[in-house]
């Protein structure tokens, strides 16, 4: 066969053949603007644990903690999300702890606050680190979470991290509501601009596994699970409807968890409905490429990366994401 000339008319490989022009069609790039280093807070002082499932994160006390967002201001990372370990002895049915204003929380929020004003801080709304059977919300003799009576916990709850300073609240629940109880709550207490991030769009995920290892709600969970609340990893067009309710309640930005299974969904937020849309790369996902990078199957890092740029390709703002402070490494050392 000879060779023609004209054929093919388009070459694609013409664009790809030289870095510069690669650099020049780039559509999307992952920027240190983009990332949430989420971190688990102990109790006390001098407190530092590694978590089995999650190598290279750890459970740091407030001293540490310190040190954390020490290095996500000088890397420019914008915010840390804050997940409390709560002692056994201070979970209850009830989870009164949850809006104690000399709690973890509020503790914690107002020395990071103090020290490091430029850096947001977010923090958890839910029950399920708090509650001696691990479920989200409040439930009655059946076991079920009951929705209305939950919203007033965390409508308390979220005033008390409101109280102590924090920037944005993160409703993590599932409740029907709750973006709107919360709303009305920070308001009366004058907080009208804490900013409320919904996990709007949050399935009842088995990538959550090393998560709840590392906040210790596994075991009070028991073989329970949170199919009543958290949304069917089949569906879809509930995620819109769910969002479309957080938007009318007021909450500023939305959360599609977990991240990498779930790239159709943030596109369809993104494209339909338009606000800020986050994306939480899970416990289980970090896990699964630390292992293989370990194992040296993956190259964590290139793997890493190219996860963290498919979020924003499928139109997320921004992501939270244990590889954070690396990424911002990674980004500022070109890579
Ligand atoms: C619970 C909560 C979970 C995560 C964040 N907040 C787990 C759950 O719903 O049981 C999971 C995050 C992760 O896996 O990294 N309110």
Redesign the pocket.
């Known amino acids: 066969m000879t060779s023609n000339s004209a054929f093919p008319a388009t070459r694609m490989r013409r664009m790809r053949r030289d870095d510069f022009s690669r650099r020049l069609m780039r559509e999307n790039e992952l920027s240190v603007n983009d990332l949430i280093y989420?971190v688990f807070v102990l109790p006390g002082q001098g407190q530092r644990q590694t978590v089995a499932s999650m190598p290279g994160v750890e459970r740091v006390s407030l001293d540490g903690l310190l040190g954390v967002a020490d290095q996500a201001v000088s890397l420019g990372v914008p915010a840390l999300a804050l997940?409390p370990v709560i002692e056994a002895g201070k979970k209850s049915e009830a989870a009164e702890e949850a809006w104690n204003p000399e709690g973890l929380v509020p503790t914690v929020v107002r020395a990071l606050k103090a020290r490091f004003p430029e850096l947001g801080v977010i923090t958890?709304v839910?029950l399920?680190?708090y509650t001696s059977h691990g479920q989200?919300g409040l439930i009655d003799a059946s076991g079920y979470v009951m929705n209305d009576e939950t919203l007033e916990a965390l409508a308390k709850q979220a005033r008390s991290h409101a109280d102590a300073g924090a920037d944005i609240v993160a409703p993590?629940?599932m409740m029907d509501g709750r973006v709107a109880r919360i709303r009305a709550e920070l308001d009366a207490g004058g907080h009208i601009l804490t900013r409320i991030l919904a996990?709007s769009a949050?399935y009842a995920?088995s990538?959550?596994?090393?998560?709840?290892d590392a906040v210790g709600?596994s075991g009070n969970?028991g073989g329970g699970n949170?199919y009543t609340y958290?949304m069917d990893p089949a569906n879809s067009d509930e995620a819109i409807r769910e969002v479309s309710l957080d938007i009318a309640e007021g909450a500023d930005m939305f959360m599609v968890?977990?991240g990498m299974p779930y790239l159709d969904i943030v596109r369809r937020v993104k494209t339909e409905l338009q606000v800020p849309t986050f994306v939480?790369q899970?416990?289980?996902e970090?896990a699964m490429l630390k292992a293989a990078g370990a194992n040296g199957w993956l190259d964590e890092k290139a793997c890493a990366l190219e996860a963290l740029v498919a979020f924003k390709r499928a139109g997320a703002d921004g992501v939270l994401t244990?590889f954070a402070l690396d990424a911002a490494r990674w980004l500022k050392a070109g890579q």
């Open positions: 989420p997940f958890d839910a399920d680190p989200d993590s629940d996990y949050k995920s990538y959550y596994g090393p998560f709840r709600s969970l949170k958290q968890k977990p939480y899970v416990s289980g970090y244990y």
